[in-house]
């Protein structure tokens, strides 16, 4: 089965950046499409963006439109997220997952302080 390790969080002021990366391995499927999704405390599991195989095709959540980035490197079995504009309600543990989903790795947290 598929292993998926996050990282890149951290602490960052409003209005900040921060890149997350995820790294599968193991079993990973062909053509699969990968997401983040994060969770903040006390609240569901949310996906927050989606790239597709080839990388043409992205969706992104309303609340990240226009200031976060998904990218992927098929050669490196990686996706990251660009995050820029960073709110205080981006605080969040942040996961990565392919669809259909494997088992969750670990998430990386990020922090963003007003």
């Known amino acids: 089965q598929v292993q998926l390790v996050e990282s890149g969080g951290g602490l960052v002021q409003a209005g900040g950046s921060l890149r997350l990366s995820c790294q599968a391995s193991g079993r990973t499927p062909s053509n699969y499409v990968m997401g983040w999704f994060r969770q903040a405390p006390g609240k569901e599991r949310e996906l927050v963006a989606r790239?597709?195989?080839?990388?043409?095709?992205?969706w992104y959540a309303d609340s990240v439109k226009g200031r976060f980035t998904i990218s992927r490197d098929n050669a490196k079995y990686a996706v990251y997220l660009q995050m820029s504009s960073l709110k205080v309600e981006d605080t969040a543990v942040y996961y990565c997952n392919t669809f259909p989903q494997a088992p969750w790795g670990q998430g990386t947290q990020v922090t963003v302080s007003s």
């Open positions: 790239i597709s195989y080839g990388g043409r095709t992205t």
